[in-house]
């Protein structure tokens, strides 16, 4: 990676830091960037990154193992099978909206000797084909995953319609994240992340605002 494109990367992680008040923790979503671009960023500073694909997860993970303190989190679509690959390695999974899948998240973490951090993923704008659970279903669901041993539920997650406003729905995550007693709030991205801190996020998923845009993604 050139010096130019270096420090691009660490200017656009300062501006975006600028705007990040204390309390809330800013995930740089490192999908589809190489390992060079994540040690650009942790050398200016950033220790929490947010990857979707467990393959492409995995390998930057061996890459900058010699890294310490690197925090990953896990925001992409998460597949039963595939949990035995994060248990252990990250630090908050962002994506659970069924009780399989905090089942199998459990078991795998209980194996390790850990304690799995969970956020529920909440559909809010009811979108066909989208995933997350129904706001009306987060309770129950809340309620049977903190019945499992080696699983903490930290909080709620969700992505707005891209087409609409996303305030309203920020606003309604935090309600019902109020309304089960929990802490976290997993919500806001480069184009929203600003209203979504102002709504109460506890963390903010920022890609293309500090690594630029993204390389299309190699076929699996």
């Known amino acids: 990676m050139s010096g130019g494109a270096d420090r691009g990367i660490a200017a656009r992680l300062a501006r975006v830091r600028a705007g990040v008040p204390a309390g809330v923790t800013l995930v740089a979503v490192s ?92 559909n809010v704008g009811r979108e066909a084909g989208k995933a997350g ?23 709620l997650t969700c992505i707005p319609p891209a087409e609409l406003d996303p305030r309203p729905f920020f606003a309604g995550l935090r309600a019902l994240r109020d309304r089960l007693g929990l802490r976290q709030l997993s919500m806001g991205m480069s184009a929203d992340y600003r209203i979504a801190i102002e709504e109460g996020a506890t963390l903010v998923r920022v890609g293309t605002a500090v690594f630029g845009e993204r390389a299309p993604r190699a076929p699996a």
């Open 31 to 122: 999908k589809n960037q190489p390992p060079e671009a994540i040690r650009e960023a942790y050398a200016a500073g950033q220790r929490d990154f947010g990857e979707n694909y467990v393959q492409e997860w995995r390998a930057k993970a061996d890459a900058l193992a010699d890294l310490p303190a690197l925090a990953w989190h896990f925001v992409g679509g998460l597949q039963t099978n595939k949990v035995k690959y994060l248990a252990g390695r990250v630090a908050l999974v962002h994506t659970v909206d069924r009780l399989e899948l905090g089942q199998e998240i459990a078991r795998r973490w209980a194996r390790a000797g850990g304690t799995a951090r969970i956020l529920v993923e909440v």
């Open 133 to 155: 659970c129904m706001p009306e279903a987060a309770p129950g669901l809340v309620e049977a995953l903190r019945s499992l041993p080696a699983l903490e539920v930290a909080g």
